[in-house]
């Protein structure tokens, strides 16, 4: 079985200033890792993914997030936050083997940009 | 390339009746999977269709169904609607590589209000 913890259920923060949402799982064979981002009254966008190659992944928006197979984290930075970043953000994983697609989530991180 | 497309986009149904909600992939994706979404329990998976065969399953009663056509299209259904089945129900699809299933495309979501 595997888990993925949001340690973070709310996050505010100001314009400008840089972010960190936490994101930690815990799985029993290789996984792949990803970060979605959920408007008010919309599905999910895909906003990150680690497959596999460089553990640094970059969005076109200007998030990242790294993996750390060691500490079983995927955690999502952006040095500079802006308004439209309002949103919550959903850590996913899904295994590697074993056929098909299930993505196991998160509890989510609602990040609040504020003025 | 479209989308992930659900419909309806709203659906509001009465205690005990039966409802089925409809999902098309992105063109080429033979994937289709299901999610429930409630504040309560947050994202959790349903189930998943490829080739229209059931190939994952998640935990839930077996009013919950659905089923894949040849054109990838799904079609979920849940009878004897509970209060308890209100939710966002989000279809996500997925193009299949050699090596595994990748990434997961949601839709808008429908949003299911039982009374």
């Known amino acids: 079985a595997q888990s993925v913890t949001q340690l973070d259920s709310q996050v505010p923060v100001f314009e400008e200033a840089p972010v960190e949402l936490r994101c930690n799982y815990s799985?029993?064979?290789?996984?792949?890792l990803f970060w979605y981002v959920q408007y008010p009254n919309q599905g999910l966008q895909l906003l990150l993914k680690?497959?596999?190659?460089?553990?640094l992944v970059e969005s076109i928006n200007g998030f990242e997030a790294e993996f750390n197979k060691s500490q079983t984290s995927f955690h999502l930075r952006k040095p500079s936050v802006h308004i439209s970043d309002t949103a919550e953000y959903f850590c996913?994983?899904?295994?590697?083997?074993?056929?098909?697609?299930?993505?196991?989530f998160g509890t989510g991180t609602q990040l609040k940009v504020e003025l | 390339k479209a989308g992930v497309t659900q419909t309806p986009r709203y659906l509001i149904k009465t205690r005990g009746q039966q409802v089925t909600l409809s999902c098309s992939p992105i063109s080429g994706h033979r994937s289709v999977s299901w999610y429930q979404q409630t504040p309560g329990q947050g994202l959790q998976f349903l189930f998943e269709y490829f080739s229209e065969t059931q190939r994952n399953k998640g935990n839930f009663p077996g009013r919950f169904s659905g089923r894949q056509f040849s054109n990838s299209r799904s079609e979920m259904n849940v009878s004897t609607l509970e209060l308890g089945d209100s939710a966002l129900y989000l279809c996500?699809?997925?193009?299949?590589?050699?090596?595994?299933?990748?990434?997961?495309?949601f839709g808008p979501g429908t949003r299911l209000t039982v009374t």
């Open positions: 996913a994983v899904s295994h590697i083997t074993g056929g098909g697609n299930k993505l196991t």
């Open positions: 996500a699809s997925s193009l299949e590589l050699a090596g595994g299933p990748r990434e997961q495309y």
């Open positions: 680690y497959l596999s190659g460089s553990t």
């Open positions: 799985s029993s064979v290789s996984v792949y």
